[in-house]
């Protein structure tokens, strides 16, 4: 498809678990982010990618979050040992590579994570 | 920082009236800045930005914003409202850099009601 990607769409899961969150961008865009996004919130910052690198991930909340991009395209966020807390969508976007950062992100429909 | 303020909750607007949905926001230097429109379980989708030049912005289903400055604000705005508008409703900004990504920081987000 042209869009991007996330899979699965729902997750449900028992406190303590671990969960991986997979995402996969337009083809060809360089940039993968990761937000968070809880009910009734905009979307919260989580990391982002250029290629396989992660340029900026100051919005993990803590060290249960890690996410990868390993050949510069999918990307996954891994989530250890789940929190209630943890329920939200998790969203991703892409963008391509554009001259001063003036290209918009495209979003996912998202994930659904709920931490029972 | 960046950041984003949203100071309506929920905007209520006749059908065939004009709508405005306030944003503003704090940034160094000159920002660059995003409307994003959400519909119910689905992903945002992109309605315009403001990167430079006129600060009248026109984008897609006859949305348009006005960049002014002097008060840092970005209000998205449509002369005529449709009922198929109502969706909630994010601003976002990113402060410009060179190196070709970096986060948008999302608003809490409006709730658009456009009642027939």
């Known amino acids: 498809g042209a869009g991007v990607s996330q899979t699965p769409s729902n997750k449900v899961t028992e406190k303590g678990k671990y969960v991986e969150l997979r995402c996969d961008p337009i083809?060809?865009?360089?940039?993968l982010y990761w937000y968070r996004q809880s009910l009734g919130q905009g979307p919260e910052f989580l990391i982002y990618?250029?290629?396989?690198?992660?340029?900026?991930d100051s919005g993990l909340p803590n060290d249960r979050f890690f996410a990868v991009r390993p050949e510069g395209s999918v990307s996954t966020l891994k989530i250890q040992r789940t929190e209630r807390g943890d329920s939200a969508v998790y969203l991703c976007?892409?963008?391509?590579?554009?001259?001063?950062?003036?290209?918009?992100?495209?979003f996912g429909e998202g994930s659904r994570l709920t931490v029972l | 920082a960046q950041s984003v303020a949203q100071p309506e909750d929920q905007v209520n607007v006749a059908e065939g009236n004009p709508l405005t949905v306030k944003c503003t926001y704090s940034?160094?230097?000159?920002?660059?800045l995003f409307w994003y429109v959400q519909y119910p379980n689905r992903g945002l989708q992109f309605l315009l930005k403001?990167?430079?030049?006129?600060?009248l912005v026109k984008g897609s289903y006859g949305f348009e914003a006005e960049f002014n400055k002097s008060q840092t604000s970005f209000h998205l705005k449509k002369p005529s409202a449709l009922v198929s508008d109502s969706a909630l409703y994010f601003c976002?900004?990113?402060?410009?850099?060179?190196?070709?990504?970096?986060?948008?920081?999302f608003g809490q987000g409006t709730e658009l009601s456009v009642k027939p």
């Open positions: 976007a892409s963008s391509p590579l554009t001259s001063g950062g003036t290209g918009e992100l495209f």
């Open positions: 976002a900004v990113r402060a410009p850099i060179y190196n070709q990504g970096g986060k948008l920081i």
């Open positions: 083809s060809g865009h360089t940039a």
């Open positions: 940034v160094s230097g000159n920002p660059y």
């Open positions: 990618f250029q290629g396989t690198g992660a340029a900026d």
């Open positions: 403001y990167i430079t030049g006129d600060n």
